[in-house]
Nanobody, 117 residues
Framework: QVRLVESGGGLVQAGGSLRLSCAAS????????VGWYRQAPGKQRELVAS???????NYADSLKGRFALSRDGAKNTVYLQMGSLEPEDTAVYYC???????????WGRGTQVTVSS
């Protein structure tokens, strides 16, 4: 089993920055990739960015250049650095781990990001 805990969300003004953290625990060796997703009110959950075990990253086209992923293996944590934030970035941000545990995905509970205009 894998447990994910997101943190770092909050209220920020448009143009500001935030860094989200996704800390993993449990069967870390089973994790193949970690992704950040977001869900705004009334909208479907969408992929923001992901990173696989080889360090290869993938970003939503609309977010390239503003968001960046990094990871700290010693802390089992993946970070999402968000810059030039816009009110449209307001959403709950979730962390997802794809694992080799019966090909199961695990999700965190999310962290709220609110961008004021």
């Amino acid at each position: 089993q894998v447990r994910l805990v997101e943190s770092g969300g909050g209220l920020v003004q448009a143009g500001g920055s935030l860094r989200l953290s996704c800390a993993a625990s449990g069967n870390i060796a089973s994790i193949m990739s970690v992704g950040w997703y977001r869900q705004a009110p009334g909208k479907q959950r969408e992929l923001v960015a992901s990173i696989n075990s080889a360090g290869r990253t993938n970003y939503a086209d609309s977010l390239k250049g503003r968001f960046a992923l990094s990871r700290d293996g010693a802390k089992n944590t993946v970070y999402l650095q968000m810059g030039s934030l816009e009110p449209e970035d307001t959403a709950v941000y979730y962390c997802r781990a794809s694992t080799t545990i019966q090909a199961r995905d695990y999700w965190g509970r999310g962290t709220q990001v609110t961008v004021s205009s």
